[in-house]
């Protein structure tokens, strides 16, 4: 299993940016796709969740009405659309598949969101 995150930078307080995660290894439209965060000296929190096939998501209240996860399943990739950002959503951004308990609970190697002006 191999999950690659990209898109990550420095943004202005308001600005966006969009993640995106590509996924190899297994067959990604038979799995839930989730976006965690974890910012300095903080625990790794959930942001954002898809299902399989894209039909349902979920949201931490931290990010709801300002962030957007969805999925290209020709693709086998994950996005997030992160609008309206603010300073507290500097963190990293990791990409994750849980495939337990016949599978792998896999993580990619993070990208970096840093909201600054």
């Known amino acids: 299993v191999q999950l690659v995150e990209s898109g990550g930078g420095l943004v202005q307080p308001g600005g966006s940016l969009r993640l995106s995660c590509a996924a190899s290894?297994?067959?990604?439209?038979?799995?839930?796709m989730t976006w965690y965060r974890q910012a300095p000296g903080k625990e790794r929190e959930l942001v954002a969740r898809i299902t399989s096939r894209g039909g349902s998501t979920y949201y931490a209240d931290s990010v709801k009405g300002r962030f957007t996860i969805s999925r290209d399943n020709t693709k086998n990739t994950v996005y997030l659309q992160m609008n309206m950002l603010k300073p507290e959503d500097t963190a990293v951004y990791y990409c994750?598949?849980?495939?337990?308990?016949?599978?792998?609970?896999?993580w990619g190697q993070g990208t970096q969101v840093t909201v600054s002006s």
């Open positions: 290894g297994f067959t990604f439209s038979d799995y839930e």
């Open positions: 994750n598949v849980d495939r337990r308990p016949l599978g792998s609970n896999s």
